[in-house]
């Protein structure tokens, strides 16, 4: 049985994702909470060799194949990482989890969204469901402004690489998403600054977490 939170962390390239987190893990070590950040794909040994197929190879991969190694690595990650995690009492922080099967492979990549919640409900399971999905929101014009030149030019993986369409599909079926689940998918305008976002992440996760722990959420 589930007792811990858990928290995921969402939104396209370059929305901040990667500054929240390490403020929000500095934020629980200062507090003193348990927890535990673990990131998809990857996570495990298994999902970080899966992780280099998704990112890296030079194999041309369908929006399918891609879904389906997601999933697998995602079914690593919760049966070696998040269940035990979960059933110590931790807070498990995710960057990213399957909305951004349903965003990437499902809304951008034209996939059907029933088919892969299907098969996303079939790897999670019950237990392993967010408390909270934060989704940073940010248009692909300004995320891409905000990489490195460098950035730009040499390091984009296999899934940035896909351009400005695809990511626009993607930020619509983040917002999509968020719409169909209000109760779990909290939206943070990511064109306000680091310090300002995390305010509002750290106050949204304790009225979240308490509520949690009161059994009212
Ligand atoms: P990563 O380097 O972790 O990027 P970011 O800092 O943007 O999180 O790369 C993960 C990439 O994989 C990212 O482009 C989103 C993509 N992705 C999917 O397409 N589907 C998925 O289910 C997941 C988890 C990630």
């Keep these: 049985m589930k007792k811990g939170f858990l928290i995921s962390f969402e939104g396209g390239e370059?929305?901040?994702?990667?500054?929240?987190?390490?403020?929000?893990?500095?934020?629980?070590?200062e507090e003193g909470f348990d927890f535990l950040i673990t990131r998809e794909p990857g996570g495990t040994e298994v999902g970080e060799?899966?992780?280099n197929i998704l990112l890296h190879d030079k194999a041309a991969l369908s929006s399918k194949t891609e879904f389906l190694?997601?999933?697998?690595?995602?079914?690593?990650?919760?049966?070696?990482v998040i269940i035990p995690a979960l059933n110590e009492g931790k807070i498990?922080?995710?960057?990213?989890?399957?909305?951004?099967?349903?965003?990437?492979?499902?809304?951008?990549?034209?996939?059907?969204?029933?088919d892969l919640q299907t098969i996303t409900n079939f790897a999670i399971g019950d237990d392993a469901q967010p408390d909270l999905t934060?989704?940073?929101?940010?248009?692909?014009?300004?995320?891409?402004?905000?990489?490195?030149?460098?950035?730009?030019?040499k390091n984009l993986d296999r899934i940035e690489q896909k351009g400005k369409e695809y990511h626009d599909k993607v930020r619509a079926g983040y917002l999509?998403?968020?719409?169909?689940?209000?109760r779990r998918i909290f939206?943070?305008?990511?064109?306000?600054?680091?310090?300002?976002?995390?305010e509002i992440v750290k106050f949204e996760f304790k009225k979240r977490y308490q509520n949690c722990q009161n059994g009212t959420k």
């Design 187 to 198: 939206v943070v305008d990511a064109t306000k600054t680091q310090d300002e976002i995390f």
């Design 49 to 51: 060799k899966i992780r």
């Design 69 to 80: 190694l997601f999933s697998a690595s995602r079914c690593k990650l919760i049966e070696e």
């Design 92 to 114: 498990v922080v995710l960057d990213r989890y399957f909305d951004s099967s349903y965003t990437y492979q499902g809304y951008a990549g034209n996939l059907n969204l029933q």
């Design 176 to 182: 999509q998403l968020a719409k169909d689940n209000p």
């Design 134 to 153: 934060v989704l940073l929101d940010l248009s692909y014009e300004e995320g891409f402004q905000r990489k490195s030149a460098d950035e730009r030019l």
């Design 14 to 29: 370059g929305c901040g994702k990667s500054t929240q987190l390490k403020k929000f893990a500095i934020f629980l070590e």
